[in-house]
């Protein structure tokens, strides 16, 4: 069973900063796209941001861009969300999304989820 496990999420104020984490179950994952979507409540599931398995490509949501940041390390399997000036409109559950070629922006087209991580920003 493949895993992937997010950690992070909290609750912050406005204009502050959390990092996410998603470690993959498998070494396999370093050769597998990742990336982030989120959902807040009454809204569907929508990009985040996405890296590519050699870390070469990554697209971000305009929503994020300049606020947030990407990374990944291959040698542990796991990706990274810097999340800086937070709004109160980033409050969403994030998740960590894995695929064997892309992660595009539709959800629909995703391997492998994980189980999610809460972020709350405060006004």
């Known amino acids: 069973q493949v895993q992937l496990v997010e950690s992070g999420g909290g609750l912050v104020q406005a204009g502050g900063s959390l990092r996410l984490s998603c470690a993959a179950s498998r070494r396999t994952f370093r050769n597998y796209a990742m990336g982030w979507f989120r959902q807040a409540p009454g809204k569907e599931r929508e990009f985040v941001v996405s890296?590519?398995?050699?870390?070469?490509?990554?697209d971000y949501a305009d929503s994020v861009k300049g606020r947030f940041t990407i990374s990944r390390d291959n040698a542990k399997v796991t990706v990274y969300l810097q999340m800086n000036n937070l709004k109160p409109e980033d409050t969403a559950v994030y998740y960590c999304?894995?695929?064997?070629?892309?992660?595009?922006?539709?959800?629909?087209?995703?391997?492998?989820w994980g189980q999610g991580t809460q972020v709350t920003v405060s006004s």
């Open positions: 999304a894995a695929d064997s070629t892309r992660v595009g922006s539709s959800p629909s087209d995703i391997d492998y």
């Open positions: 890296i590519s398995w050699s870390g070469g490509r990554i």
